[in-house]
């Protein structure tokens, strides 16, 4: 089937087959690879893109349930070279290791903070308990997300 | 993990899923928003051959007051049912539920029709409903009907839904509610409950319910029946496993499940205010 998606804020349409998950298709087909794929079981995060401005897992949603809709990968953040407030926090704070949570986890926190712009650390931890990180730098992720929060309001 | 090919049908309308249903028979799946049905086509333990996406529904999508109930469409989402100001005031324990079940990635897709639908006896809103006393309403080629939710999970994984029917809404009457707990006792953030209880007091209505305890959802009637009869919170909890047949598995053996359940309903119970 053909499905058409605004990834990035580009149209983008491409041939597949309906049982296609859309992290397959992103990476695959739109050739867009900064999305990881981790557990394929909805259970690290490792995939989470935003659909129409909400984040999901996005190895549990076929590419079909979201054609005609708007997604936003971590490639579509930055603005040329200026870096997303979230990932530049994520630079400053040191909230990463190995990096390959990251980009599942910055797309995450960004979701969060659209929900709720001022939250508490406790609230930042709940609010990415969808997102395992396998180095267990949870600390400074919790620390780059509450700086960024800061520095947004 | 890929699931098996299928054909997809996206539905415009609740008539047009339903005679989809209707022409498919047993081999076409309702999709919602995929978190519980997707998972097991990965896995190849669902290999439908038609999926019917429902997801775009929006009409189904709300949650209203409709006098003696609150009406809750059967498409609204966790995340909808979560941040529901009418829903946070007059359903307290289903609107705190909802933000317990997985976290906000599947919280944005999940629906509450398709976990009710999906009857499986780990999640958190079917023993939600069961204790609130809610019903839910079906909708086939010959119309509606509503099923008590007492009488809607019939076995693991298995609903009194026939394969021809949409689940379109989710009633759940307003009680005058003197107290509610939800517990769901789990090893990491996102899991499903090793054991749950959804409790609620009201006037006129004492809801206890348990959450993977057996092959379905169930009401502790045991527990029930003691908090009506006049038992503290101790005692009623020792019912706990009345009528109950945990399964065991790498989490917690039968053993463990029952302990869990006896004090979690001893603290859904005392949270709820009783002493």
Redesign the interface.
Known sequence: ?QITLTVNGVERTAEA?????LV?FLREQLGLTGTNIGC????C?AC?VH?DG????SC???A??A?GLSVTTIEGLADGDELHPMQKSFQENHGLQCGYCTPGMVM?AV??LD?NPSPTEQEVR??L???LCRCTGYHNIVKAVLAAAEAGS | MIPAAFDYQRADSAEEAIALLTEHGDEAKLLAGGHSLLPMMKLRLAVPSVLVDVGRLDDLRYVRDAGDHIAIGALTRHRDLETDPLLAEAVPLLSHAAGEVGDPQVRHRGTLGGSLAHADPASDLPAVLLALGGSLVAKGPNGEREIAATDFFTGFLESALEPDELLTEVRVPKLDTLGWSFQKFNRRAQDWAIVGVAAVRAEGHTGVALVNMGSTPLVASGVVDAVNGGSNASEAAERATEGTEPQGDINASPEYREHLARVLVRRALEESGLS
């Open positions: 089937m087959e309906p049982r296609t998950l397959y394929d079981t909805s259970s995060g989470t659909v909400e984040s999901v897992k549990t949603m076929l079909a349930q054609d995450a979701s969060l929900e709940l609010g308990e969808g997102n």
